[in-house]
C-alpha cells in the first residue's frame, strides 16, 4: 500500500520570504501522480500543484514550485515570496495512474499535513 | 467555472438518527469520492463511484451506504450516527477519460451529531 509522510506538523515563514515544505512517499508503482492541496480555515480544499511521476521537469504554478525526487521518493514545495493569503494547511497527496486508458483512477491518499503560519 | 456542489453546508443530527449528503460533480466529471475530515486530521477515503456503479471502498462504516445516479450526482446516506461521526464530509469528482485529471473537491458538509 502507498503511504504519505509529512514530517513537518508546523512551519513558520515570514511575509516575503520563501519557505519549503516537505513530503515523501512509499510506492512500489512507477507511474502515478503527486499533488499539493492547501486548506485554508475556511476548510476548502484547494489544488495547488501536480506533478506526473514520468514527467522529469519540477511543476511550477506562479509562487509554487516543486522539487520532484522520484527515486529519493521525495516531493517537497516551495513557496516563494510568501503572502499572509497562503497561511493554511498543506496537504501532499498521491493517486494511482491509471493502467489505461480510461481506467480506473485511483483514489488520493493524503499526508498528515503542515501547517504553514505567515508572519507580517 | 463551475464546481463541485455539495448539500448541506451544515448539519446537525442526534444519535441514532440518519443523515444524508448530497453532491453535485462538476459537469463532464464521471467520477465522484467521498472523504470524510475528522478535526485537525487529514481527509480519509470512504468511497468513489464511476458511472453510477462503485469502483473503489475505502474506510466506509457499515452503517454508511451511498450511491451515484444517472445524472451523476451522488448521495451519501449515513445511519444510526455515532457522535464520532461529527466530521467534515467532502466529495470530489474527476473525469476518467482524461488521465490526469484532479479531484476537484466541493466546499464539504460539516455534520455534528449531538
Known amino acids: 500500500a502507498q503511504t504519505v509522510t509529512q514530517s513537518q506538523p508546523e512551519m513558520s515563514v515570514q511575509e516575503a520570504e520563501t519557505v519549503t515544505l516537505s513530503c515523501t512517499y512509499d510506492?512500489?508503482?512507477?507511474?502515478?501522480?503527486l499533488f499539493w492541496y492547501k486548506q485554508p480555515p475556511s476548510r476548502q480544499m484547494i489544488l495547488v500543484i501536480r506533478?506526473?511521476?514520468?514527467?522529469?521537469q519540477n511543476a511550477t504554478e506562479n509562487r509554487f514550485s516543486v522539487n520532484f525526487q522520484k527515486a529519493a521518493k521525495s516531493f517537497s514545495l516551495k513557496i516563494s515570496d510568501s503572502q499572509l493569503g497562503d497561511a493554511a494547511m498543506y496537504f501532499c497527496?498521491?493517486?494511482?495512474?491509471?493502467?489505461?486508458?480510461?481506467?480506473?483512477?485511483?483514489?488520493?491518499?493524503f499526508g498528515k499535513g503542515t501547517k504553514l503560519s505567515v508572519k507580517p | 467555472a463551475a464546481g463541485v456542489i455539495q448539500s448541506p453546508r451544515h448539519l446537525i443530527k442526534e444519535k441514532r438518527e440518519t443523515a444524508t449528503l448530497k453532491c453535485y460533480p462538476i459537469?463532464?466529471?464521471?467520477?465522484v469520492y467521498w472523504y470524510q475530515q475528522g478535526p485537525g486530521q487529514d481527509p480519509q477515503f470512504l468511497i468513489s463511484f464511476y458511472e453510477k456503479m462503485q469502483s473503489d471502498k475505502g474506510s466506509i462504516p457499515d452503517r454508511f451506504s451511498a450511491q451515484q445516479f444517472s445524472d451523476y450526482h451522488s448521495e451519501l446516506n449515513m445511519s444510526s450516527l455515532e457522535l464520532g461521526d461529527s466530521a467534515l464530509y467532502f466529495c470530489?469528482?474527476?473525469?476518467?477519460?482524461?488521465?490526469?485529471?484532479?479531484?476537484?473537491f466541493g466546499n464539504g458538509t460539516r455534520l455534528t451529531v449531538t
Open positions: 510506492t512500489s508503482e512507477s507511474d502515478y501522480y
Open positions: 506533478q506526473e511521476a514520468y514527467k522529469q
Open positions: 470530489a469528482s474527476s473525469w476518467r477519460q482524461k488521465r490526469d485529471s484532479p479531484l476537484h
Open positions: 497527496a498521491y493517486r494511482s495512474a491509471p493502467l489505461n486508458y480510461g481506467g480506473s483512477q485511483g483514489n488520493l491518499i
Open positions: 459537469p463532464r466529471h464521471d467520477t
